[in-house]
């Protein structure tokens, strides 16, 4: 095998790698024209979810071990660019890596990756009895609304929305399947017109999903989120929904903090998310 890829070539394909946009993409051919490695960057401006570091650079990289170091190299340069492009912004270069995935631990840590950070799975039973629960009420002033999502265009805009807390962005149709799930919960909380935050649970009869709750920055601390999961428990408990489960990402430290807070139990680091700060 040795001198199998002494002519790589490496360059940007027709179309981007998974979600990451052609010029965020690589792909890698050897001197017979197979593909041996692609890889893409996805990034997004999270200011109101990490302020301490807003960019946020997800690397998606699948290459021969022949060809890793290159695609790896094309990859952090096209990062730090991207870094640029937005003006320095703190940033975060990540990529998945599953608990069990020796080799690819392996690798990335090898090459600078540290692995702080992770998806973790919490899960909350929700009590049978509400009454045994310590309440926890929204601040004065602030009213809770069940959100309009009667049109299309609506739930576009409420997805939209989403997108500076770093909610997975989905589509309208995904939206409107969940409004159909016996459980479905859209809150928002205002202060006369001002947004304050919202919540979005969806699930089955046996379960219930957190699937955000998010505060804008300057009435973080005061009780939102906490009123806005208990609003949730009320609904939950009156159906007979026995757990709620949610996730955060371990540097997400307002999510990890609130789940505590709420009651919530850590289960598991679902996987790593391999990364270094730029």
């Given at each position: 095998m040795k001198g199998v890829f002494q002519n790589m070539r490496i360059y940007h394909p027709v179309r981007g790698v998974g979600g990451a946009l052609r010029e965020n993409s690589f792909a890698i051919i050897d001197d017979a024209g197979v593909e041996i490695g692609q890889g893409g960057l996805e990034f997004r401006v999270l200011k109101k979810?990490?302020?301490?570091?807003?960019?946020?650079?997800?690397?998606?990289?699948?290459?021969?071990?022949?060809?890793?170091?290159?695609?790896?190299?094309?990859?952090?340069?096209?990062?730090?660019?991207?870094?640029?492009?937005?003006?320095?912004?703190?940033?975060?270069?990540?990529?998945?890596?599953?608990?069990?995935?020796?080799?690819?631990?392996?690798?990335?840590?090898?090459?600078?990756?540290?692995?702080?950070?992770?998806?973790?799975?919490?899960?909350?039973?929700?009590?049978?009895?509400?009454?045994?629960?310590?309440?926890?009420?929204?601040?004065?002033?602030?009213?809770?609304?069940d959100v309009d999502l009667r049109t299309r265009t609506r739930r576009e805009e409420f997805l939209v929305s989403l997108k500076e807390f770093g909610c997975v962005e989905h589509a309208s149709e995904w939206l409107e399947e969940r409004m159909k799930d016996p459980v479905f919960i859209a809150r928002a909380m205002y202060y006369g017109s001002d947004f304050v935050g919202q919540m979005l649970v969806t699930g089955t009869q046996n379960e219930a999903v957190l699937e955000f709750v998010c505060v804008e920055p300057k009435w973080r601390g005061r009780g939102v989120a906490s009123a806005l999961v208990d609003e949730a428990l009320m609904q939950l408990s009156s159906q007979h929904v026995p757990y709620m489960r949610a996730t955060a990402v371990r540097r997400n430290q307002s999510a990890m903090r609130l789940f505590q807070r709420s009651g919530f139990e850590w289960v598991r680091t679902e996987c790593y998310l391999l990364g270094r700060d730029l």
């Amino acid at each position: 095998m040795k001198g199998v890829f002494q002519n790589m070539r490496i360059y940007h394909p027709v179309r981007g790698v998974g979600g990451a946009l052609r010029e965020n993409s690589f792909a890698i051919i050897d001197d017979a024209g197979v593909e041996i490695g692609q890889g893409g960057l996805e990034f997004r401006v999270l200011k109101k979810m990490l302020p301490d570091r807003p960019l946020d650079i997800e690397m998606n990289m699948n290459a021969h071990p022949m060809a890793s170091d290159t695609l790896f190299g094309a990859l952090s340069a096209r990062a730090e660019s991207i870094k640029d492009e937005q003006k320095g912004l703190p940033a975060r270069l990540y990529t998945r890596c599953a608990i069990d995935d020796a080799e690819r631990h392996e690798y990335f840590t090898r090459m600078g990756f540290d692995d702080v950070d992770g998806d973790e799975l919490f899960v909350l039973r929700v009590p049978a009895d509400m009454s045994t629960r310590r309440r926890n009420y929204s601040p004065v002033g602030t009213k809770g609304i069940d959100v309009d999502l009667r049109t299309r265009t609506r739930r576009e805009e409420f997805l939209v929305s989403l997108k500076e807390f770093g909610c997975v962005e989905h589509a309208s149709e995904w939206l409107e399947e969940r409004m159909k799930d016996p459980v479905f919960i859209a809150r928002a909380m205002y202060y006369g017109s001002d947004f304050v935050g919202q919540m979005l649970v969806t699930g089955t009869q046996n379960e219930a999903v957190l699937e955000f709750v998010c505060v804008e920055p300057k009435w973080r601390g005061r009780g939102v989120a906490s009123a806005l999961v208990d609003e949730a428990l009320m609904q939950l408990s009156s159906q007979h929904v026995p757990y709620m489960r949610a996730t955060a990402v371990r540097r997400n430290q307002s999510a990890m903090r609130l789940f505590q807070r709420s009651g919530f139990e850590w289960v598991r680091t679902e996987c790593y998310l391999l990364g270094r700060d730029l």
